[in-house]
């Protein structure tokens, strides 16, 4: 599950995963990590996801990461904005106010080029993501953001009945990617009505993720 593989689900229009409205877990449950208001908010693999127009209306500000060259064009058009576009290295910066997304693989994405983030919000890019893939995930991210407060979300079901993306994602793998440098708590878990996909039973796990005290 390679970068050309995104790419080609965006360009086909199989993006199953673009949900129509605003991520109700996200409404619910971003006061949690206590944010101010404009604070600089990191969505990794963030697509075209309708949350970043309700973020930036809270007042808030959003930086982003996507693959899709495609999808960022499309975000951008639907926020009524024409971003100022840069090249960077291999990734491409697509700026306008109160919003800049790295266009480009994020394992190029360095914390000089984010700059600093109060929060990450992962809604899906860990799920995105294959089992071999996830550690190293996990470990730049936390890297790239010097360990900010996480609100993420999760699936939760039996791998075996469905190949996913998203892919399940258990507590006990969490705590492997994460409970060195992060405190877990659960905050919500609610049955998927009528099934992941409608084909097999499972749970969204809204999870904080806030940095253990030294």
Partial sequence: MEAN?????WERGEIGFHENQVNPA???????????????????LCGKTLDIAWLLAQGYRIVGAELSALAINELFAALDLVPEITPVGTLTRYSSTNIDIWGGDIFDLSSSMLGAVDAI??????????EHMRNRYAAHLITLTHAAPQLLIT????QRLYDGPPFSVPEEELKQHYGETYQLKQVA?????????GKVEAATVIWLLQRRKP
């Fill in 5 to 9: 593989y995104w790419r080609q689900r």
């Fill in 26 to 44: 996200l409404v619910e449950h971003l006061n949690r990590p206590n944010l101010a208001k404009g604070a600089r908010l990191f969505l990794p």
């Fill in 189 to 197: 878990q609610d049955q998927i009505a009528g099934g992941l996909k």
């Fill in 121 to 130: 919000y992962d809604r899906a890019a860990l799920v995105a993501l294959p």
């Fill in 155 to 158: 699936y939760e079901y039996d």
